[in-house]
């Protein structure tokens, strides 16, 4: 991919893009981090653990860029947010398709969660 930057023969980054909003309106970026094991992360995920370093741990909204198209997150990340916010993430706003101005809550993509 044009993004991807290949940091060793064993790993690669970027080609998937993050941006969270946080309540307060700060945004907070991450990288898809690629390896041949477990040890990679989604961009998401990079993006939600830039925020809570900075000491947010509430979610807006959600941006990921897949192959240069806005998409959903991962199942992982989707996880990831409901266990930040057990009671409130169903109002978390995911850009689902740019080119359309489609935007849905992860509460629609999420109805149950599983606790």
């Not at 990288?31 to 094991?37: A, E, H, L, N, R």
């Not at 806005?70 to 740019?98: F, W």
Request: aromatic fraction near 6%.
């Amino acid at each position: 991919m044009q993004n991807d930057r290949k940091i060793s023969e064993y790993i690669q980054a970027g080609s998937v893009a993050a941006a969270i909003m946080s309540k307060t309106g700060k945004i907070y970026t991450g990288v898809c981090i690629d390896t041949c094991s477990t040890l990679g992360i989604c961009a998401e995920r990079n993006a939600i653990f830039n925020m809570i370093t900075n000491g947010e741990h509430e979610i807006e909204k959600v941006l990921a860029i897949i192959d240069g198209k806005t998409g959903a997150p991962c199942g992982a990340c989707r996880e990831l947010m409901v266990q930040l916010m057990p009671k409130n993430y169903h109002s978390i706003e995911i850009m689902l398709d740019y080119e359309n101005e489609k935007v849905i809550t992860l509460g629609e993509i999420t109805p149950e969660w599983w606790i």
